[in-house]
């Protein structure tokens, strides 16, 4: 398969993994907002969470065996991009390992896991669309990174 065959399918894989994790989130937040009405949901809750993080680990395999080994011979900000995936695909898993232990009986009262529910989709959404606009434009592959901070 040609490189620029192998670009436009990564491309493809990663709008779709976002479109149904995007999907996932929505669920989860409806049923959430439920649960919020009736505390008998939340176990709704556990179940959408459960098929969230499945899909959101294999997301992040994908990327990190595809996206990585071409994010690192991009440029000579590669490793930057690179160590900065990790950070987030770390970030975003402890998250997921607090909400789903959040989401157990009697853990944390349904209101205030609804609005955890929310903050975290809001976050997610926000940086899937910095992603996808970093990664899925080819304009922009060789580009500096946003970098937030540059010393200690």
Same mark, same amino acid.
């Given at each position: /398969?040609?490189? /620029?065959?192998?670009k436009?399918?990564?491309?493809?894989?990663?709008?779709?993994?976002?479109?149904?994790?995007?999907?996932?989130?929505?669920?989860?937040?409806?049923?959430?907002?439920? =649960?919020?009405?009736? !505390?008998?949901?939340?176990?709704?809750?556990?179940?959408?969470?459960? @098929?969230?993080?499945a899909?959101?680990?294999?997301?992040? @395999?994908?990327?990190?065996?595809?996206?990585?080994?071409?994010?690192?011979?991009?440029?000579a900000?590669?490793?930057?991009?690179?160590?900065? /995936?990790?950070?987030?695909?770390?970030?975003?898993r402890?998250?997921?390992v =607090?909400?789903?232990?959040?989401?157990? &009986?009697?853990?944390?009262?349904? &209101?205030?896991?609804?609005? !955890?529910?929310?903050w975290?989709f809001?976050?997610?959404?926000?940086? /899937?669309?910095?992603? &996808?606009?970093?990664?899925?434009? =080819? !304009?922009?592959?060789? =580009?500096?990174?946003?970098?937030? @901070?540059?010393?200690?």
């Amino acid at each position: /398969m040609s490189s /620029m065959i192998a670009k436009i399918e990564v491309r493809k894989r990663i709008s779709s993994d976002h479109a149904l994790l995007r999907g996932l989130c929505r669920a989860l937040i409806a049923v959430a907002r439920a =649960a919020e009405r009736d !505390e008998r949901h939340r176990p709704v809750i556990r179940d959408v969470l459960g @098929q969230l993080c499945a899909e959101v680990e294999r997301h992040f @395999q994908f990327e990190e065996e595809t996206i990585v080994p071409l994010l690192r011979e991009v440029d000579a900000w590669g490793p930057v991009r690179v160590e900065r /995936m990790y950070h987030d695909h770390a970030e975003h898993r402890s998250v997921l390992v =607090a909400l789903t232990e959040d989401a157990e &009986e009697g853990v944390r009262n349904v &209101e205030d896991l609804a609005d !955890e529910i929310v903050w975290f989709f809001q976050r997610f959404e926000q940086e /899937m669309a910095a992603e &996808e606009e970093r990664l899925l434009s =080819a !304009e922009d592959i060789g =580009a500096e990174p946003l970098i937030d @901070q540059i010393d200690g």
